[in-house]
């Protein structure tokens, strides 16, 4: 079984998991129940290995998330769940009992303690004020094998405010935020939730790549791992509103990008969102309903137009996590015009890296390139920064080295002071150096 304990594998994760529906649309559509073994086992097939969040709630329902957790332990699928009657005035013993019936299930990895918080200093006044969580994050966190599980606000610098909080557009605000989170809920995990193509593009980037660079230095200053969401679709509805649709997106291509990206920049787990389309985000005018708007799953039970590209990069993660999940972040080095622009901080090498060519020089994306430390050696995530064109990306070395090039479609070892890589849009490899 593969679990957020199991320190060598990497967490591929989704939000909003199985659960009994009651709902029938204005036109006699009626919800299918996804607390089934059909929609486990789509889940486990498309590489997702831990679900984060599912809206049942021990507290008032504990047969359906008894019943979640024995599904996930017979597809191998990690669980985070909620009880409402895990609360912060408890002593962590009377918590330790009253997880008693769920704790024994090998799929039982957490309680999922709140989503998006905000602080006096950043985000919307709301009653997920983070300050509530301190005390019941810290007990959570203390007990052995129980992660409580926070997911952050992300920093949006374009944003002019909300609610008349202005403070959005402050990266010291955000950073504030992201440190109360670590300092004083204890947190084994930071994760946040950036959904950079519902604004922005492989080309105005530098936001979401200043979101990775935050995850990364909190990260690593508190020693946790960050957790980095990736969009499947579009057009949220949380208002519940009928809506008309507009055109579906992300492309396969992008999502893959993200994924890629993220590893690059040190992420030690990708999330999705969401796994199941809430119902309400299929809300369209005259009581119709919208089932392509977002989801690994549809609201309908189907497979999402976002299915095989997110098995393709989780395929991709499988390959190379185990090697990144503990590598040690160093620095990024970008090359092309796109890539410099929305990674100012980049350097053009580092390390053994001495230099990096690519096969068409006037490609203006260019790539991003994630320079790690593993077990002693030097390692190096190289993603193509174009999400339509292949690239032959060269990586030039200081001197000779064996060097292992690691992808979903190759493993390969070779002896030499350069490599290239023949990478498909979107797609990374990675490269470890040893000493010969």
Known sequence: ???????????????????????????????????????????????????????????????????????????????????????????????????????????????????????????????????????????????????????????????????????????????????????????????????????????????????????????????IPFWMYIQLGGQWNDGRRQVETVKYFPKPEEVIWNVNTSLACGAKGIAYFPLIQPIHFAYAPGGEMDFGRNGLIRADGVKSAWYDCTRTANDQIQAVGSYLIVAQHKQMVAKGYYAQLNLPNAASFYGALKAVSLGDETNQYGTVIGCFAYEGRQAFYVVNNDIVKAQDITLHFDRKYSLMMISAEQSEIIQADSCTMCLQPSSGCLVLLDAI
Request: with cysteine; charged share 25%; aromatic share 14%.
């Open 1 to 223: 079984m593969r679990s957020v304990k199991d320190k060598k594998q990497m967490p591929i994760v989704g939000y909003c998991g199985p659960y009994t529906p009651d709902y029938v649309s204005p036109k006699g559509w009626k919800a299918p129940d996804y607390l089934t073994d059909r929609c486990y086992q789509m889940i486990q097939e498309s590489g997702i290995n831990l679900i984060s969040w599912s809206p049942i709630n021990y507290n008032n329902d504990p047969e359906s998330v008894l019943r979640s957790l024995e599904l996930a332990e017979k597809y191998d699928i990690g669980l985070f769940i909620c009880d409402g009657g895990i609360r912060g005035s408890m002593t962590v013993k009377e918590m330790e009992e009253r997880m008693e019936p769920y704790r024994k299930f090998c799929s039982f990895e957490g309680l999922n303690l709140c989503d998006e918080p905000s602080s006096p200093v950043y985000g919307p006044k709301s009653d997920r004020m983070m300050e509530k969580y301190h005390e019941l994050s810290r007990k959570v966190n203390s007990i052995q094998g129980v992660t409580g599980y926070i997911n952050l606000l992300a920093f949006h610098p374009d944003w002019i405010g909300v609610n008349g909080n202005t403070d959005w557009t402050e990266r010291p605000y955000f950073e504030q935020y992201v440190e109360e989170c670590c300092r004083d809920c204890a947190v084994k995990i930071l994760s946040e939730d950036y959904y950079i193509f519902d604004a922005h593009t492989v080309e105005t980037s530098k936001d979401y790549f200043i979101n990775l660079e935050v995850m990364r230095e909190y990260s690593q200053k508190y020693n």
